[in-house]
Antibody, heavy 121, light 107 residues
Framework: EVKMVQSGTEVKKSGESLRISCSGS????????IGWVRQRPGKGLEAMGI????????KYNPSFEGQVTISVDKSRRTSFLQWKSLTAADTAIYFC??????????????WGQGTLVSVSS | IQMTQSPSSLSASVGDRITITCQAS??????LNWYQQKPGKAPKLLIY???NLETGVPSRFSGSRSGTHFTFTISKLQPEDFATYYC??????????FGPGTKVDIK
């Protein structure tokens, strides 16, 4: 059974750094992309980027390039989403998802439960 | 890619047939997926590559494509289908796009 399990709720202050995690199990971790998706309170879904664990190839949605860092530790079957300096605008639920991707398509097929990040000013 | 999803919301009754559409700004071939999200839950993949039903998803859900126009249909709405539905696509310039969502609630 494929499972994506994310780290717990984070409460931070503006300017602080943060790294949240997503662990995959039940499949060959190295050979499926992992994607990250943001959902601000009461809003829709925004895809942030995807990473390929085998070689750490990373593709960012242009609006998130330079704002966050997506990384992976394949020995721990875990992907990470990291901020150097949070702002209130980063308050959201962040989902990870196993992703089947090619040059022309990306499908988020198994999702984590989400990590709530709350940033106060 | 720009995805124009409509309607933004709709009210329907159990047993109704409902249709949601997504219009892509340019040719994305069949590379469009549909997701369901219930309040407080993660999204769930229902349809991939325009018309393929994900494993375990009931057959009352379906998808189709005509050029750059995509349609998602629930043939007979069930109580558990009241949720928000999103279309999603991707292009080779790393542009992942979700539609703005359609909230389906009880009439």
């Amino acid at each position: 059974e494929v499972k994506m399990v994310q780290s717990g709720t984070e409460v931070k202050k503006s300017g602080e750094s943060l790294r949240i995690s997503c662990s995959g199990s039940g499949y060959t971790f190295d050979y499926y992309w992992i994607g990250w998706v943001r959902q601000r309170p009461g809003k829709g879904l925004e895809a942030m980027g995807i990473i390929y664990p085998d070689d750490s190839d990373t593709k960012y949605n242009p609006s998130f390039e330079g704002q966050v860092t997506i990384s992976v530790d394949k020995s721990r079957r875990t992907s990470f989403l990291q901020w150097k300096s949070l702002t209130a605008a980063d308050t959201a639920i962040y989902f990870c998802a196993r992703t089947q991707a090619s040059s022309w398509s990306a499908t988020f097929d198994f999702w984590g439960q989400g990590t709530l990040v709350s940033v106060s000013s | 890619i720009q995805m124009t999803q409509s309607p933004s919301s709709l009210s329907a009754s159990v047993g109704d047939r409902i249709t949601i559409t997504c219009q892509a700004s340019h040719d994305i071939k069949d590379y469009l997926n549909w997701y369901q999200q219930k309040p407080g839950k993660a999204p769930k993949l229902l349809i991939y590559d325009a018309s393929n039903l994900e494993t375990g998803v009931p057959s009352r859900f379906s998808g189709s494509r005509s050029g750059t126009h995509f349609t998602f249909t629930i043939s007979k709405l069930q109580p558990e289908d009241f949720a928000t539905y999103y279309c999603q696509s991707y292009n080779h310039l790393s542009s992942f796009t979700f539609g703005p969502g359609t909230k389906v609630d009880i009439k």
